[in-house]
């Protein structure tokens, strides 16, 4: 039985590291390059493949293999997620309209953010954000928005991990980004100046729950010279201190 079930558990293992080596910039991958990723045979990794394209967790596209849409299925079960975009969106749709911008909701993943639902306006020009899209906290206005108000231990993990550089403008020292994380408690407001992608500026703010514990964060993107991130900021804040209240975030 033990035998059995470290078989199974590796086979998991193997699963998870197939799906696991997509990322924003490789939607589609070649079956060598995953043997490669994932430090597996190619036989081993086709197999798999094949498993995985049975159950609707990957597609093929010719020679390349794509993730499936039965993993956007699932992922729009994810009670969590649904539940705070549900409550977000009337929010996301009233800070839209008022900005003319794109609104980004955002939630916390180990060292990185996960944006788990995107409105876009009309008006706005196309930003590279995607929803299931994910970023460095460090280096985005959610993130930081996030980090601010997180546990201690949250903060230190993304410390250790390291700082690394998106664009010329990211924070890679620890102390530095310390500091901002200290006046984004003070104001509830974090920005993007171009840290995550050149030309690209953001104000964010912190969602909390029940608990008062942060749980996300809203923001207002644009292009540098076209957004006003400092006249956009106290309309993001209070688009997430009222989506707080109703996700049951104690009254101050």
């Known amino acids: 039985m033990r035998s059995t079930q470290l078989n199974a ?22 079956i060598s390059e995953l043997a490669r990723r994932t430090d597996m045979a190619k036989s081993t990794v086709h197999r798999l493949v094949t498993e995985l394209e049975a159950h609707g967790m990957v597609e093929r596209r010719g020679k390349a293999v794509v993730l499936g849409l039965h ?28 900005t003319r911008q794109t609104v980004h909701l955002a939630v916390l993943d180990g060292t990185e953010v996960v944006y788990v639902e995107i409105l876009r306006h009309s008006d706005a020009p196309a930003l590279p954000s ?59 407001i974090a920005y993007d100046h171009e840290e995550s992608r050149a030309g690209l500026v953001c104000a964010a703010s912190p969602v909390t729950g029940p608990a008062d514990e942060v749980i996300a964060a809203l923001s207002v993107s644009g292009w540098t010279g076209r957004l006003n991130v400092r006249r956009m900021a106290p309309a993001v804040r209070t688009a997430a201190l009222a989506l707080s209240r109703d996700l049951g975030a104690p009254q101050s």
């Open 9 to 30: 558990r590796s086979v998991l293992d193997r699963a998870f590291a197939i799906l696991g080596a997509f990322t924003t910039e490789d939607r589609e991958l070649g």
């Open 71 to 98: 993993l956007f299925e699932l992922g729009e079960l994810v009670p969590r997620k649904r539940r705070l975009r549900d409550a977000a969106l009337p929010y996301m749709a009233d800070l839209r309209g008022a």
């Open 130 to 188: 995607r929803v299931g899209g994910r970023l460095p906290a460090h280096a985005t206005g959610v993130g930081k928005a996030i980090l601010a108000f997180a546990q201690p231990e949250v903060v230190e993990n993304v410390m250790r991990t390291g700082l690394p550089r998106l664009a010329e403008r990211t924070k890679t020292a620890p102390g530095v980004l310390r500091r901002e994380l200290a006046t984004i408690r003070a104001t509830g």
